[in-house]
């Protein structure tokens, strides 16, 4: 007799545990109740220690008086917050042959002694290669928001012997970062799944140096052979809608990647916060 459970997420947090109860051969009668009761025990406490761990998380991704999360954003759906089950998926060895990512490292331009951020870093993909760019003296704040992964990032910076990441546990409306004092932040495929894009730009925008730009990878919605289901893809039209309203301008673009669409944003020095919202789709 074996039982399973799975987690789903909707903007980072947990919404649904489900379990699976897998019974094989009960041929003693007395054997089975015994195995009945071994059972129920067991349920309980895997539901009290599931319990505990959606409690520890849900205080770890959310602030006190966080509004609630939005379902879509200036005409496009968000995407749910993709779990640390998936982990493996960001490390695949066809990565570089369908994404190059070693073309967009090029692009970054990273040069010793920068501060950058890898926001939404998963197990750390990207994180691991900017880090060796920016040494010596430079470091890359690793920021996500399920310590799952950035436990997953951990090990894989401690079995390279890297030692200039810094992990920050980040809420969905809050990056957590420094402000005024990072030159990069890369937002690879994750930008998309922001339950709180207005809150988490204005962190970003805030974390800048004045010289500071963000770098966005977003799968390329106008372009169906990219073999991505359509909620995780932005097209640029939306992209710059949703960033021009936030403060941002475009700087640069690269259009030379298989899939992604990558491109620039520096501060808006003449951009002003709108004074009054008028609804959820603002
Ligand atoms: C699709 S994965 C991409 C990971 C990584 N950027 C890569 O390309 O390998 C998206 C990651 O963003 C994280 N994430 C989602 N919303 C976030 C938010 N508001 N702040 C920080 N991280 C977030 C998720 O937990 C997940 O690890």
């Known amino acids: 007799m074996r039982y399973r459970a799975t987690r789903e997420y909707r903007a980072g947090q947990p919404i ?18 015994i195995r009945i009761a071994i059972f129920a025990l067991a349920l309980v406490g895997a539901f009290s220690a599931e319990a505990r761990h959606l409690a ?10 966080s509004p609630p999360g939005r379902r879509t954003y ?40 920068m501060v ?21 003296g430079g470091k890359v704040l690793a920021v996500d ?17 890297i030692d200039n990441v810094e992990p920050i546990q980040s809420t969905v ?8 004092s990072v030159d990069l932040v890369l937002l690879v495929d994750v930008y998309h799944e922001f339950s709180h894009p207005v809150q988490m730009l204005r962190g970003i925008r805030e974390s800048l140096r004045p010289d500071g730009v963000v770098a966005l990878l977003e799968y390329r919605a106008e372009d169906p ?13 939306q992209i710059l809608k949703e960033y021009h309203a936030n403060g941002f301008r475009l700087v640069r ?27 959820d789709d603002e």
């Open 16 to 33: 649904k545990v489900s379990f699976d109860l897998q019974v094989n051969s009960m041929r003693n009668p007395f054997h089975h109740w």
């Open 74 to 113: 200036m005409g496009r759906t968000i995407a749910p917050t993709m779990g640390a089950a998936g982990a493996g998926w960001l490390i695949r060895e066809t990565r570089e042959e369908e994404e190059r990512p070693s073309e967009v490292i090029r692009q970054l331009n990273l040069k010793p002694g």
């Open 116 to 136: 950058v951020c890898d926001l939404g870093c998963g197990n750390g993909f990207y994180t691991l290669k900017m880090a060796e760019l920016v040494a010596p």
């Open 56 to 65: 520890a998380q849900n205080s770890a991704t959310t602030d006190p008086i």
């Open 225 to 237: 052979t990219v073999p991505i289901r359509p909620l995780h893809k932005m097209s640029k039209r």
């Open 253 to 279: 673009q690269y259009d030379g990647l298989p899939w992604q669409h990558l491109m620039f944003f520096a501060r808006d020095p003449d951009w002003h916060p709108p004074q009054f919202s008028s609804g």
């Open 173 to 180: 409306t809050d990056p957590k970062l420094p402000p005024n």
């Open 145 to 161: 928001i399920q310590p799952e992964m950035l436990h997953l990032l951990q090990l894989r910076c401690q079995e390279a012997g």
